[in-house]
């Protein structure tokens, strides 16, 4: 599954939940609902700067503030992104109680929110390559090995456009088993 379908599959994801958010009635049911959608938001925010061959983010907070630095969201939405984070730490961590009206009373805007900001990151890599060194890449191997090599396995940071930090996908090092055929 490339990383643009990945992308697609948690924003469906976020849809379902946004969906059965404005069905449910009960404050419990409601605050569970909330951090299931902004989980899948962030991490649908998680992927995308792997998308773009970026380093992640650093923490949940940080990831609105990286996907506005590479142009994959507005400042706004950068900001509700990092708000978010915030309400999802309160729900899993029980930071702080929340008056279930409050609860209530935000889930109106999380949903809406959460689709909105996932389809802009969507819709601001769908005109991106993303990852387009690992296809040029993934091509000239299959030039070289075409007639040598039975079966090859690519692996390392840069296909899935992990490198660590400080490096680029194409200083990557590029590792490959191949077996052989008879012939070579």
Same mark, same amino acid.
Request: glycine content about 10%; some cysteine.
């Given at each position: 599954?490339?990383?643009?379908? %990945?992308?697609?599959?948690? $924003?469906?994801?976020? %849809?379902? !939940? ?5 069905? @449910? ?15 899948? &938001?962030? +991490? ?13 983010? %650093?923490? !949940?907070?940080?990831?609105? !503030? ?10 706004? +939405?950068? =900001?509700? &992104?990092?708000?978010?984070?915030? $309400? /999802? *730490? ?6 702080? =109680?929340?008056?279930? @009206? ?10 809406? +929110? ?10 601001? $890599?769908?005109?991106?390559?993303? *990852? ?10 299959? +030039? ?6 039975? $079966? ?7 296909? /899935?456009?992990?490198?660590? /930090? ?8 590029? %590792? ?9």
């Amino acid at each position: 599954m490339d990383a643009l379908q %990945r992308l697609r599959r948690q $924003l469906e994801l976020i %849809r379902a !939940y946004a969906a059965e958010l404005g069905e @449910e009635r009960s404050s419990p049911g409601v605050e569970r609902l909330e951090q299931l959608i902004i989980q899948a &938001l962030l +991490d649908l925010g998680a992927m995308a700067p792997s998308a773009l061959g970026a380093p992640p983010a %650093r923490s !949940y907070g940080q990831i609105g !503030y990286e996907l506005y630095r590479r142009g994959a969201l507005s400042k706004e +939405d950068a =900001a509700v &992104l990092r708000a978010m984070a915030g $309400l /999802r *730490n309160i729900h899993v961590h029980g930071y702080a =109680a929340v008056e279930p @009206e409050k609860v209530v009373e935000c889930s109106k805007r999380v949903g809406q +929110d959460a689709l909105r900001i996932a389809e802009a990151i969507i819709s601001a $890599l769908e005109g991106r390559g993303i *990852n387009p060194l690992e296809e040029e890449a993934v091509a000239k191997i299959r +030039d070289v090995l075409r007639g040598r090599v039975r $079966l090859a396995y690519l692996f390392g940071g840069g296909p /899935r456009g992990t490198a660590s /930090r400080g490096t680029t996908t194409s200083q990557c090092t590029w %590792r490959a088993v191949a077996t052989f055929t008879s012939s070579a």
